[in-house]
């Protein structure tokens, strides 16, 4: 199985500031096949399931702020938030579809400072 | 917009079977290729359980639950479907059943599932 870890476990950011929450894989995830990374993040508040907010490392749902954006390769990722709302506490994930079984991070918990 | 809604028993009997479906509203199951379930417990954080293509005809499944899983589609019904056996109060967690098989979106609300006597 690939493992994901991330980090931090926690993180307190001021409002306006950038939060840069980090992941990274056991083995890489990119694929020759289609030249992607095959890792997506996802935003979970209390008693909602998880939202998606980026695949293929670095692409946008529709409908995700733009101050939400991913970037990284092969192992290494990152989820940066340019400038943190209210609204964006939350625990977030990274997921890899690169291969069976699908693994998640176990998560980044973002308050606010 | 397609929409997920899981049910099934919340409390399960050690050794019994725990069995939820998942209803597709707003779409067809054959709006998407593949279908998942995933599992979230404080512990072990979010466990994926597997997925099932829209037909039913194949299934993948988490190797560490491979010998208990079953998911079925259900077309008639718009629905699929997850039979865990021979629980242990390790299987109690909430269950969501999600669209896709890499990345998933958009995800059932969750169903809390417990194993007791």
């Known amino acids: 199985d690939i493992v994901m870890t991330q980090s931090p476990d926690s993180l307190a950011v001021s409002l306006g500031e950038r939060a840069t929450i980090n992941c990274k894989s056991s083995?890489?995830?990119?694929?020759?096949?289609?030249?992607?990374?095959?890792l997506a993040w996802y935003q979970q508040k209390p008693g909602l399931p998880p939202k998606l907010l980026i695949f293929w490392a670095s692409s946008r749902e529709s409908g995700v702020p733009d101050r939400f954006s991913g970037s990284g390769s092969g192992t290494d990722f990152t989820l940066t938030i340019s400038s943190l709302q209210p609204e964006d506490v939350a625990v977030y994930y990274c997921q890899q579809y690169y291969n069976t079984p699908r693994t998640f991070g176990q998560g980044t918990k973002l308050e606010i400072k | 917009q397609v929409q997920l809604q899981e049910s099934g028993p919340g409390l399960v009997k050690p050794s019994g079977t725990l069995s939820l479906t998942c209803a597709v509203s707003g779409g067809s199951i054959s709006s998407s290729n593949w279908w998942s379930w995933v599992r979230q417990t404080p512990g072990k954080g979010l466990e994926w359980i597997g997925e099932i293509y829209h037909s039913g005809v194949s299934a993948n499944y988490n190797p560490s639950l491979k010998s208990r899983v079953t998911m079925s589609v259900d077309k008639s019904k718009n629905q699929f479907s997850l039979n865990v056996s021979s629980v242990t109060a390790a299987d109690t967690a909430v269950y969501f059943c999600?669209?896709?098989?890499?990345?998933?979106?958009?995800w059932g609300q969750g169903t809390l599932v417990t194993v007791s006597s």
């Open positions: 999600a669209k896709g098989q890499q990345w998933l979106e958009p």
């Open positions: 083995q890489s995830v990119f694929h020759r096949s289609n030249s992607r990374d095959h």
